[in-house]
């Protein structure tokens, strides 16, 4: 299973990115899909999830800023985010909690990270 991430870049406070992350190989069903976030010195962090038949999930600072989503098939997720603050740099990862066809095992999976740079 391989996620590969797209969406980083430069933006200024107040400006608006649009994340997305697709997955692909042997995926019998995607359960959950979102990002973290690891700004340099601090510890990874939840941003937001989406889970298959529950809903979703922010962490304080990104809500009513951010958006999760995916494709009808679950196999990609977007984060849109707005109103970007100089806070909000970091390396985004996203990961997939994925039930393979093989055995019908279960794992997570992570994305290799995109940039996000926001300045003031």
């Known amino acids: 299973v391989q996620l590969q991430a797209f969406g980083g870049g430069l933006v200024q406070a107040g400006g608006s990115l649009r994340l997305s992350c697709a997955a692909s190989?042997?995926?019998?069903?995607?359960?959950?899909m979102g990002w973290y976030r690891q700004a340099p010195g601090k510890e990874r962090e939840l941003v937001a999830r989406i889970t298959r038949g529950v809903g979703t999930n922010y962490a304080d600072s990104a809500k009513d800023r951010f958006t999760i989503s995916t494709d009808n098939a679950m196999k990609t997720v977007y984060l849109q985010m707005n109103s970007l603050k100089p806070e909000d740099t970091a390396v985004y990862y996203c990961?997939?909690?994925?039930?393979?066809?093989?055995?019908?095992?279960?794992?997570?999976?992570w994305g290799q990270g995109t940039l996000v740079t926001v300045s003031s």
């Open positions: 990961y997939a909690d994925v039930t393979r066809q093989a055995l019908l095992r279960r794992a997570y999976h």
């Open positions: 190989g042997s995926i019998f069903r995607i359960n959950a």
